[in-house]
């Protein structure tokens, strides 16, 4: 029987087993570009938020903001719906208190009748109006939640519940001009009855437009406080707005509350609310925000978010 040599055991050298693991040294290199790779990547986004202040017009989001607009864009839009609103609005009030008078039913019915294409118009005015006060509220969210992202919500949503009751307000006047069609479903009634109903529907629609502005108050008051906050708005247009959204609440409030008043003090309750819109239509549109104050606040409460 011939006899096998065993196979003898080959141990790595100490200078193999050197080769393939990474020294003490090289474990200290590893950590140390490991930590300054870290500290980088935190740093970034505080850096990211100085260069944002300092440079508005090369803008980078930071942290976990998603945004990819122009202040002084959204500013402008603003300050253009801001218009379209007032000019509709004026334009359909003035349409309103030239054909109608519930005072005086038959009058009324009379006047609307003869001018329906004109008293069209001016619903449709209403209309525009009210889907440009939707564009306002985004837009306000937009400009105004570094300051405050619930408040700013709630500003808004003020504003768009406004917006949909005057909508279905407009209904009140539609009312009114079916009624005068003689082949409509009021055809039929007598003249008198056919005239008063025409007056309560618009009637109606007053006070539909009273209970919208109780919200548009609450929407003002709250807009004010943010705008009065912003250190890229001025101070005094935030108290002026807030002074307007307590005249629409007051007077709204006793129009509807109390049936005796005349509205005798109406008219100077109110003008705060025509001298703030007013100053924010030309403040948006003339002067508008300083972007570098709203970027450095749009960042730091991206820093301070959860």
């Known amino acids: 029987m011939c006899s096998r040599r065993p196979r003898s055991l080959s141990l790595p050298s100490p200078s193999s087993a050197s080769s393939r693991w990474p020294s003490g040294s090289s474990c200290a290199a590893a950590a140390s570009s490991l930590e300054r790779t870290v500290s980088a990547k935190a740093s970034s986004a505080p850096e990211a938020a100085v260069q944002a202040a300092a440079h508005p017009d090369n803008i980078t989001p930071v942290g976990n903001s998603t945004r990819a607009l122009r202040p002084r864009a959204v500013v402008r839009t603003a300050g253009v719906l801001y218009l379209v609103n007032a000019t509709c609005g004026l334009f359909s009030e003035l349409v309103r208190g030239r054909l ?34 939707v564009g306002i509220a985004v837009l306000l969210y937009v400009l105004l939640r570094p300051v405050s992202r619930t408040l700013a919500l709630g500003a808004s949503s003020f504003l768009i519940v406004q917006c949909a009751i005057l909508g279905m307000n407009l209904l009140h006047q539609v009312d009114a001009v079916m009624m005068l069609d003689p082949a409509g479903a009021a055809g039929s009634l007598p003249t008198s009855q056919r005239d008063a109903l025409v007056a309560m529907s618009m009637d109606s629609h007053v006070h539909g437009y009273l209970i919208a502005l109780v919200f548009g108050g609450v929407h003002l ?86």
């Open 100 to 133: 109608v008078d519930v005072a005086n039913p038959s009058g009324t019915a009379a006047r609307i009748g003869d001018s329906e294409a004109l008293f069209r118009i001016g619903i449709a005015a209403d209309l525009v109006g009210v889907i440009s006060g």
């Open 221 to 306: 008051a709250i807009l004010g406080y943010l705008v009065a906050r912003a250190s890229y708005f001025p101070t005094w247009l935030g108290v002026l707005m807030i002074v307007a959204g307590a005249g629409y609440l007051t007077d709204s409030s006793w129009h509807l509350l109390v049936p005796a008043y005349d509205g005798a003090a109406s008219s100077a309750i109110l003008a705060p609310t025509v001298m703030a819109e007013i100053a924010t239509t030309v403040w948006l549109l003339g002067k508008g925000v300083d972007d570098r104050r709203f970027w450095a606040a749009e960042n730091h409460r991206d820093q301070v978010a959860p």
